[in-house]
């Protein structure tokens, strides 16, 4: 088994590709804060072929780079039901005042 890691952003949320070996399809866990450009070097580094993106939970700190990922590479994210409307408003998971102080402006 395959696993690169990195610690992404401002909270330094650990983003991971998992895979059976290098150079194989992998899946890519909780591309969060500012992870897009962490994702590409690990991929480009390791010759990675990434099928997904895995959410663990909804919290912006794993779902924050998650367009972009799934669009640089044509894949679905999977996240699980309970959590699915973090993604189209995730001050919900914050709630206004944490998220304003977290992030300034939601959008």
Sequence with gaps: MFIAGFPAGAWGTNCYLVAPAAGEECVIVDP???????????????????????????HIDHVASVVPVCGARGVPAWIHPEDRYMMSDPEKALGRSLGTQLMGELT
């Design 32 to 58: 969060g804060h500012q992870a897009a450009q962490g994702v590409e070097e690990l991929i480009r580094e390791h010759r990675l072929k990434p099928v997904a993106v895995l959410l663990t939970h909804g």
